[in-house]
């Protein structure tokens, strides 16, 4: 599959089958996700691997988005070290590109996955710093639920000419 291909057919997951994603496949989104843009280069992001059910089928407890960790067999945490963000909140724009990367590959390689949104909601980043026993410069941004697709979505058209403006608005 292309990149314009994998952008364009992208969506998101929330139902796997009990296929587990390889060690390989892991190294391969977090490689991805390490490729990605930053500010500077700054390159603030860290990652946490989740795959223990017993802590996947926490996060429900204080994310109410999401409730397929009970059956997703592995997640990614995309964080910011904050003492790497040298660009004045530019790490919130590093993680997001991050994130969206891998869900890209994911997707390209037969994977299905969703970014669960953390930052910037007060309740999330406090239960998964928690959860996660996290350092205190470390912010959490993203979660990414992975797994083999047990259900699958046609691409989504969101072209629209109305929001494309030429030299003024
Ligand atoms: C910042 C952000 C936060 C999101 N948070 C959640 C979430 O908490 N739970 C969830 O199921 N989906 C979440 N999503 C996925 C969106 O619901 C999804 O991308 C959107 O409905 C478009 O559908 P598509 O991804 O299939 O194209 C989030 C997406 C983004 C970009």
Redesign the pocket.
Known sequence: MDAIEAILS?????KYNKKQVSDELIKEFLEVAMSAPSAGNEQPWHFVIIDDPLILGKVPTF??????LKDSSIAILVCSDMNLDHHNGMWIQDC?AA??NM?IAIHAEGLGA????IYPREERIKGIKELLELPDHVNPF??I?IGYPAEQ?PK?N?YEESRIHYNKW
């Open positions: 992208r969506r998101s997951i929330r994310h109410n988005h999401a409730q397929m997001a994130t969206e869900l969703v970014w669960l949104g993203s979660l639920s979505f989504a969101r």
